[in-house]
């Protein structure tokens, strides 16, 4: 030690004794350290764990389990008509939510960018589903749509739209649309604080030129308003498309996948597979495919990005 | 107090160099003004001093002990910032009051010290009030109250004038200055307004793209620039520069402008027959209205009254420059002038802008 | 010109009603029905108010049924973890936002990752790496998977929080004596209250929303949290929807008090963005 601090000390005079080399470089560890800690052992191990599982046999109740399969799990995946019905429902699921939480939360944001009286207690209000616990939300709206306590079969009925009061829950043709209206009711809140931000941020005196140089309402939106919150859109429906895919609350608590699997989607099928049938192995096999079809698609929109960005 | 020494320091940014080898002695007690225009590496320097910024090579000696290694809190230097930097969450009392609780001074002590340094700045009825709560000179103050009470072997300021109007820059300078004078503290400032650094410096260093251009007091900068950035830098309206060529014949000289005109000299500067040159002029030595044998026509194009003087600026042949007058007779003038250029006011600058 | 401005002002008024009403409605029809008494359940079932209340089911849940125990386990998981992550999360976010280390730029890219990747994937083998442990079915194991999925997003949150307060602040704090951590202890840490308390917010919904990994990890009533219990309850007594309506109300209470103290601080962020701007 002490020869090492004579020589650090006198060769070369600009480099800092070691210990305060050791202590200045490990400062950013120590703060992180825990965090990361935790992260790597509940998330990445499971993560790598979880893959591995893919290939292996692994059903909880089945002592003689856990040798390695290879592919057995994928080709049994290749015949399971659950599961394609599963990834269909998956895109019907995600597109529906992800365009109408869109859709309205940009009318929304748009609606409440005008400042008027009481504007808080409204924006309180409206993204209050926000705050809404996702199974409860579930929970809340199964029972809308329960013609016992319900009223929304009542009214449909008085609408004309359905010939008796029934539950669209248990309609295998209609069962998904529940999970979907109750995560479009959830969501909605999202999209606007997102795009409420992004629209604050947009210059005000913009407007204010392009009325000088006569531009409408509707020429203002489609010059100004759209292309400002052209980035934020994008980043936010990227996201949430990946995160709706994988977000089966809404499904477990409402229809649980029924009836007879109809409204079943890919997370949903996993988590089923997990927890009723135990059969870890074939649910982690399920888990790999949706991974790598969000990691596709994921790369083919930042790929879509770098070729519009590259024809500007 | 102490003496600062800086020797040989050099910055890098990975593979980006900002400061090439600086060295700096700085007197106890001294005054040193850092300018230079933003990005010549001054507030990095400065930031080294403090600790803030770790030395790529080189050394620093504070009171003779090197510092290199010293966390900032082991330095005991203060610092008053652009920002002032005040604690928002903390009262004006609390805020000076911080460095000494940290250093578990008792607390008769504390009560003393900064009472003291309220009543020099002024302070008093604020000292229970929030940062958010001051003006800002008031937040200015504090944030030297903050410095002061440390009685520190130096003191360091950031550009510390930068975000107040006009007249309270005025003010605060006038008050830095007189606080050094009763104090008789070690100080180094960094600024880029060229007058703060006229006014309070002892000594300016001038720098430039990470090298100190030249070093010396207000107006020996003034009189007598060690180079074409200097020249420039240092005055208000700056000085006027024309390019030419040197001409030498025995013992006579003149100077060809690039416009055409040619401006006799009587000796001889240190510069080659033919060479390129660069003469600089200070637009208050500009004499308008001249006359006699070396009197040169020049046309005006702008008058630009500032109450105090008047600054008039000016072609000739193709070059603009600017002269500066006390004289209100050339408010109203238009159309071409006569114009001397006296040889005593001149400055000689080389090709590779030194001056001759 | 009037009249075609009177006609915009009525719709977007409109609008915002119908907004709220969407909002608002299928909460108030669970407060609606929860405060029916059963007799009138089904006679009176789609009126907007019955014609008689009574809190009989709020009194049967809070008397008769798990739910306080559930109410127990959640508020101790959920406020555990928010504790844990924000305590956590301010340390990593600290160092993300002012340090430049060589490893930051891995993870960050690790903490990203771990938000694009389906959670349910990680269902099996966290049951399989706790059970040995002893932690399925205890609120221990709840709390630490919990911690773990909300630390990435709560690090970003807190980072962003630090990275609007100057660094002028603790380098003036560090001149004037104190190291780096006590600077952050006592001059940052202080000054980001709002953050702090946003991401308390965000990490205790958060949690208290959790469905899967609960309903997974724990199978007795004695460690079930809120949604695993009602749920079990719905699955059970799927009659009694007075009940479970009563208990929904009751879960939903600390959520909307949570979102009324980040509210505060959400609308703020978007003020100051439109300062900014």
């Known amino acids: 030690m002490t020869s090492h601090a004579a020589r650090e000390g006198g060769s070369r005079i600009d480099r800092p004794p070691l210990k305060k080399r050791l202590a200045d470089a490990s400062a950013p560890y120590l703060y992180t350290a825990p965090a990361l800690i935790l992260i790597v052992t509940v998330m990445l191990v499971p993560l790598v764990l979880g893959i591995s599982y893919a290939f292996r046999d692994i059903q909880l109740l089945n002592p003689f389990s856990g040798g390695f399969i290879g592919l057995d799990h994928f080709k049994a995946l290749s015949q399971d008509q659950n599961f394609y019905r599963a990834l269909r429902n998956t895109l019907w699921w995600t597109g529906w939510s992800v365009l109408l939480q869109f859709v309205f939360g940009l009318i929304l944001a748009l609606l409440l960018d005008k400042p008027f009286h009481g504007r808080a207690i409204v924006q309180a209000l409206v993204f209050l589903p926000w705050a809404v616990p996702s199974f409860l939300a579930g929970l809340n709206w199964a029972w809308l749509f329960n013609p016992v306590v319900g009223p929304l079969p009542h009214w449909m009925f008085a609408l004309g739209l359905m010939s008796e009061p029934s539950n669209i829950l248990s309609d295998p043709q209609l069962a998904l649309w529940g999970?979907?209206?109750?995560?479009?009711?959830?969501?909605?809140?999202?999209?606007?604080?997102?795009?409420?931000?992004?629209?604050?941020?947009?210059?005000?005196?913009?407007?204010?030129?392009?009325?000088?140089?006569?531009?409408?309402?509707?020429?203002?939106?489609?010059?100004?308003?759209?292309?400002?919150?052209?980035?934020?859109?994008?980043?936010?429906?990227?996201?949430?498309?990946?995160?709706?895919?994988?977000?089966?609350?809404?499904?477990?608590?409402?229809?649980?996948?029924?009836?007879?699997?109809?409204?079943?989607?890919?997370?949903?099928?996993?988590?089923?597979?997990?927890f009723k049938r135990l059969d870890f192995g074939y649910a982690s096999a399920i888990a790999l495919v949706l991974l790598m079809l969000l990691i596709t698609y994921s790369m083919l929109i930042v790929v879509l990005r770098q070729w519009l960005l590259s024809k500007d | 107090m102490a003496s600062i020494d800086i020797s040989a320091i050099r910055k890098s940014y990975g593979i980006l160099p900002v400061l090439h080898g600086i060295d700096l002695e700085i007197r106890d007690g001294e005054f040193v003004v850092l300018v230079g225009p933003s990005g010549c590496g001054k507030s990095t320097l400065l930031r080294m001093i403090a600790g803030l910024e770790a030395v790529t090579s080189g050394?620093?000696?504070?009171?003779?002990?090197?510092?290199?290694?010293?966390?900032?809190?082991?330095?005991?230097?203060?610092?008053?910032?652009q920002s002032y930097a005040l604690y928002p969450h903390m009262s004006v009392a609390k805020n000076m009051s911080y460095s000494l609780r940290l250093r578990k001074t008792p607390a008769e002590k504390i009560a003393s010290v900064v009472a003291g340094a309220a009543t020099k700045l002024g302070l008093d009825p604020l000292m229970e009030r929030r940062p958010r709560a001051l003006s800002g000179g008031q937040r200015q103050r504090v944030a030297m109250g903050r410095a002061i009470v440390r009685e520190p072997k130096?003191?360091?300021?950031?550009?510390?004038?930068?975000?107040?109007?006009?007249?309270?820059?005025?003010?605060?300078?006038?008050?830095?200055?007189?606080?050094?004078?009763?104090?008789?503290?070690?100080?180094?400032?960094?600024?880029?307004?060229?007058?703060?650094?006229?006014?309070?410096?002892?000594?300016?260093?001038?720098?430039?793209?990470?090298?100190?251009?030249?070093?010396?007091?207000?107006?020996?900068?003034?009189?007598?620039?060690?180079n074409l950035f200097v020249a420039g830098f240092i005055g208000s309206p700056g000085m006027n520069f024309f390019e030419g060529r040197y001409m030498r014949s025995g013992e006579t000289a003149s100077f060809a402008l690039t416009g055409g005109a040619v401006l006799p000299l009587p000796s001889t500067a240190n510069l080659p027959d033919g060479s390129r040159a660069t003469l600089g002029i200070r637009p208050e030595h500009?004499?308008?209205?001249?006359?006699?044998?070396?009197?040169?026509?020049?046309?005006?194009?702008?008058?630009?009254?500032?109450?105090?003087?008047?600054?008039?600026?000016?072609?000739?042949?193709?070059?603009?420059?600017?002269?500066?007058?006390?004289?209100?007779?050339?408010?109203?003038?238009?159309?071409?002038?006569?114009?001397?250029?006296?040889?005593?006011?001149?400055?000689?600058?080389?090709?590779?802008?030194?001056?001759? | 010109m009037t009249g075609k401005r009177i006609l915009a002002f009525l719709a977007h008024r409109l609008a915002?009603?119908?907004?709220?009403?969407?909002?608002?409605?299928?909460?108030?029809?669970?407060?609606?029905?929860?405060?029916?008494?059963?007799?009138?359940?089904?006679?009176?079932?789609?009126?907007?108010?019955?014609?008689?209340?009574?809190?009989?089911?709020?009194?049967?849940?809070?008397?008769?049924?798990?739910?306080?125990?559930?109410?127990?386990?959640?508020?101790?998981?959920?406020?555990?973890?928010?504790?844990?992550?924000?305590?956590?999360?301010?340390?990593?976010?600290?160092?993300?936002?002012?340090?430049?280390?060589?490893?930051?730029?891995?993870?960050?890219?690790?903490?990203?990752?771990?938000?694009?990747?389906?959670?349910?994937?990680?269902?099996?083998?966290?049951?399989?790496?706790?059970?040995?442990?002893?932690?399925?079915?205890?609120?221990?194991?709840?709390?630490?998977?919990?911690?773990?999925?909300?630390?990435?997003?709560?690090?970003?949150?807190?980072?962003?929080?630090?990275?609007?307060?100057?660094?002028?602040?603790?380098?003036?704090?560090?001149?004037?004596?104190?190291?780096?951590?006590?600077?952050?202890?006592?001059?940052?840490?202080?000054?980001?209250?709002?953050?702090?308390?946003?991401?308390?917010?965000?990490?205790?919904?958060?949690?208290?929303?959790?469905?899967?990994?609960s309903l997974m990890l724990i199978s007795g009533n004695d460690a079930a949290t809120f949604p695993v219990g009602l749920l079990s309850f719905v699955s059970k007594f799927s009659v009694d929807f007075g009940q479970m309506m009563?208990?929904?109300?009751?879960?939903?209470?600390?959520?909307?008090?949570?979102?009324?103290?980040?509210q505060r601080y959400l609308v703020q962020g978007l003020t100051a963005g439109a300062v900014k701007g």
């Open chain 2, 59 to 81: 050394e620093i000696r504070i009171d003779g002990k090197r510092v290199n290694d010293l966390a900032p809190k082991d330095r005991d230097i203060a610092m008053v910032f």
């Open chain 1, 179 to 274: 999970p979907i209206i109750a995560n479009v009711w959830w969501g909605i809140p999202f999209f606007a604080i997102t795009l409420l931000a992004a629209l604050q941020a947009i210059p005000r005196d913009l407007y204010e030129a392009a009325s000088i140089d006569g531009a409408g309402p509707v020429q203002r939106f489609f010059s100004i308003t759209l292309p400002f919150l052209a980035p934020t859109i994008a980043i936010t429906v990227l996201l949430r498309t990946v995160w709706i895919s994988n977000f089966a609350d809404l499904i477990i608590v409402m229809t649980n996948g029924g009836p007879a699997d109809r409204s079943q989607i890919v997370a949903s099928y996993i988590f089923t597979q997990a």
């Open chain 3, 246 to 262: 009563a208990a929904g109300v009751l879960a939903l209470i600390p959520a909307c008090l949570f979102f009324l103290l980040i």
């Open chain 2, 154 to 226: 130096a003191f360091l300021f950031d550009e510390p004038l930068s975000n107040l109007d006009a007249r309270l820059r005025e003010q605060m300078r006038a008050e830095i200055k007189k606080l050094h004078q009763d104090l008789g503290a070690t100080s180094i400032y960094v600024t880029h307004d060229q007058i703060e650094a006229m006014t309070l410096a002892d000594r300016i260093v001038a720098m430039h793209g990470g090298i100190v251009q030249q070093v010396g007091s207000p107006l020996e900068l003034y009189d007598n620039p060690a």
């Open chain 2, 286 to 356: 500009v004499i308008l209205g001249a006359e006699g044998p070396d009197a040169m026509l020049a046309k005006v194009d702008l008058v630009e009254p500032t109450g105090f003087g008047i600054i008039v600026h000016l072609t000739l042949g193709s070059v603009a420059f600017k002269a500066f007058t006390l004289d209100r007779r050339f408010l109203g003038m238009q159309g071409e002038v006569a114009v001397r250029l006296p040889v005593p006011n001149l400055h000689f600058f080389d090709e590779a802008g030194r001056k001759v």
């Open chain 3, 16 to 213: 915002i009603f119908a907004y709220v009403v969407f909002a608002l409605f299928p909460l108030y029809w669970l407060l609606k029905v929860s405060v029916t008494p059963n007799k009138l359940l089904y006679s009176e079932g789609i009126r907007m108010w019955p014609s008689r209340t009574s809190f009989e089911h709020f009194e049967f849940v809070l008397r008769h049924s798990d739910f306080p125990v559930f109410f127990k386990n959640s508020l101790i998981v959920s406020g555990s973890t928010a504790v844990i992550v924000t305590a956590l999360a301010s340390l990593a976010g600290y160092a993300l936002s002012r340090f430049g280390f060589r490893g930051k730029y891995w993870i960050v890219a690790l903490m990203l990752l771990t938000q694009m990747f389906p959670l349910v994937m990680l269902v099996a083998p966290i049951f399989k790496m706790l059970s040995p442990l002893g932690l399925t079915n205890s609120l221990t194991g709840l709390i630490l998977v919990y911690t773990a999925f909300n630390i990435p997003f709560a690090t970003f949150l807190m980072q962003s929080f630090f990275d609007g307060i100057p660094k002028d602040l603790e380098e003036a704090a560090m001149i004037d004596g104190a190291t780096q951590f006590v600077a952050f202890r006592q001059i940052i840490l202080p000054l980001t209250l709002p953050g702090i308390a946003a991401t308390l917010g965000f990490v205790f919904t958060a949690a208290w929303s959790e469905l899967l990994f």
